[in-house]
């Protein structure tokens, strides 16, 4: 595990309010039905579709799951996630793969972040979820030079903060392609520990995270 530098940044303050899912753009396999079947079943599940009318930019995202023989016994299911990505005009490119054994509880899914505000970068995240918790595998793809980038975010921001069991809300894309993250108030406890831990950027490169606003005027660790 990387022991990345924080770099505290002093911005305004802003207001971010809670983040729902846009329907259709995440999608989510309860790895708990991998089947065990032989031959081995594939199953696929595919969000809806994203479109920016601007841009003309198209993505979705994929999930295949299946039961590997040599690891049955271990109960981990084997997961594909996909993400394909369109330009105005052009058919759709398979743009990042990732292949995953989850464990037992867990659920696999992707969320479609969207676009960078020049609309040069598209975003997306191959997230596993158990209990409350959300791990998140942001992906960005940049759309001139045709390149995603992956990093597994893993601890990399609650190792810098109290922990209060709040869970990294994944809000956007820079035009430089750093990915945006949000930790809101815990939903737990209202103790000044455990408000607001800000806006922080996610660099899928180096794995740099550093902390960049504040999103209310709850005080912050």
Request: aromatic share 10%.
């Amino acid at each position: 595990m990387h022991n990345w530098r924080v770099i505290l940044l002093v911005i305004p303050l802003i207001t971010i309010p809670s983040r729902c899912f846009a329907a259709g753009k995440y999608i989510e396999v309860d790895t708990n039905e991998c089947g065990s079947d032989t031959p081995v079943k594939v199953t696929t599940a595919k969000s809806d579709l994203f479109t920016d009318k601007v841009s003309g930019v198209r993505a979705y995202g994929s999930i295949s799951y299946l039961r590997l023989l040599t690891k049955a016994e271990e109960n981990h299911c084997h997961v594909i996630y996909k993400l394909f990505v369109a330009t105005s005009g052009q058919s759709f490119k398979m743009v990042k793969q990732l292949d995953w054994d989850t464990d037992d509880g867990q659920i696999a899914a992707i969320e479609l972040i969207g676009l960078s505000p020049d609309k040069t970068k598209f975003a997306a995240s191959f997230m596993i979820a158990e209990g409350d918790g959300q791990l998140h595998g942001p992906v960005v793809y940049d759309l001139k030079t045709k390149t995603a980038n992956y990093l597994a975010l893993e601890d990399k921001i609650q190792k810098r903060i109290h922990g209060c069991d709040q869970n990294e809300d994944f809000i956007g894309v820079t035009n430089t392609g750093e990915a945006i993250f949000a930790i809101l108030p815990s939903e737990y406890s209202d103790t000044p520990e455990c408000g607001d831990k800000g806006v922080w950027h996610f660099n899928l490169k180096t794995g740099r995270v550093y902390r960049v606003a504040k999103i209310s005027g709850d005080k912050w660790q």
